[in-house]
């Protein structure tokens, strides 16, 4: 489904009018798990509400006056959270459950449509000061159409920020834990890094007929490669640790330790030139 129109209420927003009619690839996204994401994101204790949010409020440092995009938006939760401050938000996203979901709980003042990161943006130049995208980029086959479509639609000076499972320590199907018994000591083991992979995903390990999507590992300099082409600058780079802590045992102190020690996610800030 292509919501071709739906966010010309937003004046600025309007799709632009020489994309033509897009035509949407098969779904590919969390939508097909979209109930169940949705319940994981809004769960008090998640790495969304706990780690990711109040960072990404922090990192933003949202303007009354601010137009925002939230690209590959999911169910909307931090385009929500955002639309509490920013002037406009909008999301897009294409699994058309989750915008459906995105929809039932919006504010007045956002916008959400069914759209592809891999093609071009359906908005038009210089639309936004800011842009974010959480947890998503890893899920996106074209890396250099994000960052190519997210500067276009930047105004010169706007910013964008995304937010990754660390491409270091937490590579799909290529890094585990190791506990060493001699020096009591949780350590990360990382079997590739510099390769870039292409990883398919099971959403329910271990349940028969479960979902799968699919993961794009790439390593750091990949993304700074492709965000230099597209007319960016590197402002921040911020390493996240886990809020969680183990239940009593021998090896609490050792795995505690190792969640300070080692992050889950990365944020990435850029400015367009």
């Not at 590579?171 to 890094?193: H, I």
């Amino acid at each position: 489904m292509w919501c071709n129109g739906s966010i010309s209420a937003l004046g600025a927003f309007s799709p632009s009018s020489n994309l033509g009619t897009p035509t949407m690839k098969k779904d590919t996204s969390w939508g097909k798990v979209s109930n169940w994401y949705d319940k994981v994101v809004e769960n008090d204790g998640s790495y969304q509400k706990q780690v990711i949010l109040p960072n990404l409020v922090r990192v933003l440092d949202l303007k009354p006056t601010d137009k925002v995009l939230d690209i590959a938006c999911g169910q909307g939760f931090f385009s929500h959270e955002t639309a509490k401050v920013a002037k406009e938000v909008v999301g897009f996203d294409i699994g058309k459950t989750l915008i459906d979901l995105a929809n039932k709980t919006k504010l007045k003042n956002e916008q959400f449509l069914v759209a592809s990161a891999d093609k071009a943006f359906p908005f038009e130049n210089s639309s936004f000061d800011k842009e974010f995208c959480v947890l998503a980029l890893q899920n996106i086959k074209d890396l250099s159409n994000v960052f190519k479509e997210a500067a276009r639609t930047l105004k010169k000076g706007g910013r964008l920020v995304f937010v990754l499972n660390h491409p270091v320590f937490r590579v799909p199907q290529a890094s585990d834990w190791g506990y060493d018994e001699l020096k009591k000591t949780q350590y990360r083991k990382v079997y590739s890094y510099l390769s870039e992979q292409t990883v398919k995903i099971d959403m329910h390990p271990g349940k028969p007929n479960s979902p799968k999507t699919i993961s794009f590992h790439r390593p750091l300099q990949v993304y700074f490669k492709h965000l230099s082409k597209s007319g960016f600058a590197v402002l921040r780079f911020e390493e996240w640790i886990s809020h969680k802590e183990s239940q009593k045992g021998p090896r609490k102190i050792a795995e505690d330790k190792a969640r300070k020690e080692i992050p889950l996610f990365l944020m990435i800030e850029a400015v367009k030139l």
